[in-house]
């Protein structure tokens, strides 16, 4: 069965060369019985004389070494036309040398050399896309209850889709729109520009559109937006293309047609990084990740293993969230030596195991909880796992040597009125002080919230939707600043580039966003008319929640870096001493379940901490009183 299989796969290449070795005999023999018939007294020219030979073993070796066989005559397309025209011309040169070898050209007119190449490429090239026509149209007949598209952009991602389009049994591409104004009345493929944007509304119905196909993939943000809003006010469902750093990094195909996700309206411009720099820093070094299961540790560890790192160990305490990640590295990167590790990065005896089995170079630390509301009535746990866990792994880094440490903070931690962000407020000071202890650097790199990271408010918005709603928003006036989990990571890694030891380095998130537009977005997104079909309502600000949030506090004068969208604060020294006695007392009150003087203890450490709750508690009274 196996010889057979393989003379099935030969076969079709046998026939491509047998038709081109054809094409080369019928070139070379009219173009010089043509030119030949101009003389008077000339001999008939030999069909298959030696010469002939010469020229098909000389032809068709530059045949071969051009790569004409690889190509596949389905699709064919103008580079196949140039490597065909290519291949003659080469062709021609090799056949003047075998035969002036041969013959020194004797009987061989030097125009057969000139017109020889041009007439073979016409001979190669029509049957090649003729073929695709009719296998096109073929298509085109036997095409079933298709759906008619309307193209968004007439560029070369809009002609690639239209391209994969018509092979489609399922959509007819009836249109492009486009803001080129010199497109317009042009064709691609076939298919005609029929406008602009701008009257997407208007030609929709004109060409009974059925679906929207946004081939747009370097749009910003407030594009994306404009042609969506656009979108919308036709009632047709939509489509878009992936954009390009989502094909780059594996997270989408080419062309392939994806429902339009709030980041693709929320989300930022990509972001330009030093790669040299950050590869240079991570490549064949011992990289340890605690919390790699999470939103943010996942996709840092998928980044991080791009980067030839010499081995990657991720430490949580999640089994199915530290099972997802290990599943995809090992099918991802086979080759990685990697360790995934279950266990609590405050327990001081997992640390010290893990430190002494994978002696880390680089620690980034993403271990954390996040929930606020859920924290606000948890205080133990979470100062345990963000401040005495932060605590705990800082000094497993500080006793085995480890070069950098990264610890992933909050905008939370600016002012906090939240039980969640004061932890990680603490945590922030302990690694600023400890970093003048230490021969370990020690970084703080502080964002705002991602976009679909879970806990967060997407998803939660997104299952509202699906159930009908109402979609729960707080406060009417709230906001949040976004960004990508992928983005967060990247300037991650560039910021443990930048820092030298004790540095604070806080994301540039741009503008922030009413989380009632977002809810808003989302829900026409989803197809679906609000106050109509899903409501919307506004609950009332949660215990430790902040109308909005700051990236830096009053006192951290902050600096730009060498990365525009980095920014440096100044960290606030406080007394080592000190500092130790009263995280030495909160350890003895976590033992104890002793939340009050826990909480003194918080109290005493941020003095701001009081004054933003007792703020947040009048707020809160105000409002309900509105």
Not at 33 to 41: F, G, H, I, N, V
Not at 427 to 450: D, H, K, W
Not at 514 to 533: P, V
């Amino acid at each position: 069965m196996r010889p057979r299989k393989a003379i099935a796969r030969i076969h079709p290449r046998l026939a491509v060369v047998a038709h081109d070795m054809f094409m080369v005999w019928l070139a070379w023999s009219a173009v010089s019985a043509l030119r030949w018939s101009m003389e008077t007294d000339a001999a008939p020219v030999s069909l298959f004389g030696a010469e002939v030979w010469f020229v098909l073993a000389a032809q068709g070796l530059v045949f071969w070494w051009t790569g004409l066989y690889r190509g596949l005559w389905r699709f064919a397309s103008m580079p196949d036309m140039w490597n065909i025209l290519r291949a003659c011309l080469v062709g021609a040169f090799a056949v003047a040398i075998t035969l002036f070898l041969y013959n020194r050209l004797a009987h061989v007119p030097r125009t057969v050399l000139i017109v020889y190449p041009f007439v073979l490429a016409i001979l190669l090239g029509l049957p090649r896309l003729a073929y695709r026509y009719w296998k096109d149209s073929r298509l085109d007949f036997v095409r079933v209850a298709s759906e008619r598209v309307l193209v968004l952009g007439a560029g070369k991602a809009g002609e690639a889709l239209v391209r994969d389009l018509r092979r489609e049994r399922r959509y007819i591409p009836v249109g492009f729109l486009d803001d080129d104004t010199t497109l317009r009345g042009s064709r691609v493929h076939g298919v005609p520009v029929l406008g602009t944007l701008e009257q997407l509304p208007h030609v929709a119905r004109e060409t009974a559109a059925e679906m929207l196909v946004i081939a747009m993939p370097t749009a910003n943000k407030a594009q994306m937006r404009r042609v969506v809003e656009l979108c919308e006010e036709c009632e047709l469902p939509f489509r878009t293309v992936p954009r390009l750093e989502d094909v780059v990094a594996g997270r989408s195909t080419f062309n392939e047609l994806k429902e339009v996700a709030i980041d693709d309206l929320l989300g930022r411009e990509q972001v330009q990084l030093d790669w040299t720099a950050i590869r240079t820093r991570l490549s064949g070094r011992r990289v340890l990740v605690t919390g790699g299961g999470g939103s943010i540790g996942s996709e840092l560890c998928r980044q991080i293993a791009r980067l030839g790192v010499e081995s990657l160990t991720i430490l949580d305490q999640s089994e199915y969230n530290l099972y997802l990640i290990e599943q995809e590295l090992r099918r991802s990167y086979p080759d990685l030596l990697f360790d995934a590790v279950l266990g609590d990065c405050g327990d001081a005896m997992t640390c010290e195991r893990v430190f002494a089995r994978s002696r880390p170079q680089i620690v980034f630390h993403a271990a954390a909880y996040k929930h606020v509301p859920l924290l606000q009535s948890q205080l133990r746990e979470a100062f345990r796992n963000n401040v005495l866990g932060t605590r705990t792994v800082a000094q497993a880094a500080d006793r085995f040597g480890v070069d950098s440490f990264v610890l992933i903070s909050t905008d939370k931690a600016v002012n906090p009125t939240s039980v969640m962000g004061a932890c990680k407020r603490i945590a922030e000071l302990f690694c600023q002080n400890f970093a003048r202890q230490s021969n370990t650097r020690f970084m703080t790199v502080r964002f705002g919230n991602v976009l679909d990271s879970a806990g967060s408010v997407v998803p939660l918005f997104r299952e509202q939707i699906r159930n009908g709603g109402p979609v729960t928003v707080t406060h009417p006036e709230i906001t949040r600043y976004f960004m990508t989990i992928p983005e967060a990571c990247q300037l991650i890694l560039q910021a443990s580039v930048l820092g030298q030891g004790g540095e604070i380095f806080a994301l540039d998130m741009g503008e922030p966003v009413k989380i009632r537009d977002l809810a808003e977005q989302m829900i026409r997104l989803a197809g679906r008319q609000e106050g109509n079909e899903i409501a919307i309502v506004y609950t009332g600000l949660r215990p430790g929640e902040k109308l909005f949030e700051e990236l830096f506090h009053p006192q951290e004068r902050y600096a730009q870096t060498a990365h525009a969208k980095i920014f440096l604060a100044q960290p606030r020294s406080m007394s080592w001493a000190s500092l130790t006695a009263q995280l030495t007392h909160a350890e003895n009150a976590t033992r104890d379940f002793d939340e009050e003087s826990l909480r003194r203890i918080v109290e005493q450490l941020l003095p701001e901490f009081v004054a933003a709750q007792n703020a947040g508690a009048d707020n809160v009274v105000a409002l309900r009183s509105v």
